[in-house]
T-cell receptor, first 114, second 112 residues
Framework: AQSVTQPDIHITVSEGASLELRCNYS??????LFWYVQSPGQGLQLLLK??????LVQGIKGFEAEFKRSQSSFNLRKPSVHWSDAAEYFC????????????FGSGTRLSIRP | NAGVTQTPKFQVLKTGQSMTLQCAQD?????MYWYRQDPGMGLRLIYY???????DKGEVPNGYNVSRLNKREFSLRLESAAPSQTSVYFC???????????FGPGTRLLVL
């Protein structure tokens, strides 16, 4: 069965510290992988996506993610977080050209300690 | 360019009442979607419309109906609201053959 797991419900990091949010997936075919961010009271915004090629992908707002096929993971990283990064982050997986079949993880809420 | 807009932002209903959530996009996208977001469960697809004139069920369609009024607008209707439909509802759109979705700001619905 296809699934996406975000093991951490809530993470708190200090401003300026590095960040890694975990995402593991189970998918039959080669997956298309996404990270979305949801700021308080807002809709979801795409941070980055991976389809093929270089396994390290760069996104907006200084985020990057690394696809590791052997570990079925697509972890999101940022070297130095800012207070404005406080939000909920969703990992998603799906097939090519069919957004209706994308599966979202349950989300990780990120808090920033001043 | 407003992207995806949703109305209303917030609504309180009593059990059994009906209402329609409106969604519009100005990006000329072919595909539109309705999701619900519940704590600890991520987003779940209710219905989607791959193109004008077509609609299909998603993961959790029971208790909902949709209408793709034209290419811009996709509405979600609750005929007889139930407390289990208390949730945040998101509309999204994407271009044909594209996986990236653009989301509206959401409608927070409380059913008493």
């Amino acid at each position: 069965a296809q699934s996406v797991t975000q093991p951490d419900i809530h993470i708190t990091v200090s401003e300026g510290a590095s960040l890694e949010l975990r995402c593991n997936y189970s998918y039959g075919a080669t997956p298309y992988l996404f990270w979305y961010v949801q700021s308080p009271g807002q809709g979801l915004q795409l941070l980055l996506k991976y389809f093929s090629g270089d396994t390290l992908v760069q996104g907006i707002k200084g985020f990057e993610a690394e696809f590791k096929r052997s570990q079925s993971s697509f972890n999101l990283r940022k070297p130095s977080v800012h207070w404005s990064d406080a939000a909920e982050y969703f990992c998603a997986v799906g097939p090519a050209s069919s957004a209706s079949k994308i599966i979202f993880g349950s989300g990780t809420r990120l808090s920033i300690r001043p | 360019n407003a992207g995806v807009t949703q109305t209303p932002k917030f609504q309180v209903l009593k059990t059994g009442q009906s209402m329609t959530l409106q969604c519009a996009q100005d990006m000329n996208h072919n595909s539109m979607y309705w999701y619900r977001q519940d704590p600890g469960m991520g987003l779940r697809l209710i219905y989607y419309s791959a193109s004008e004139g077509t609609t299909d069920k998603g993961e959790v369609p029971n208790g909902y109906n949709v209408s793709r009024l034209n290419k811009r607008e996709f509405s979600l209707r609750l005929e007889s609201a139930a407390p289990s439909q208390t949730s945040v509802y998101f509309c999204a759109s994407s271009d044909r053959g594209q996986e990236t979705q653009y989301f509206g700001p959401g409608t927070r619905l409380l059913v008493l």
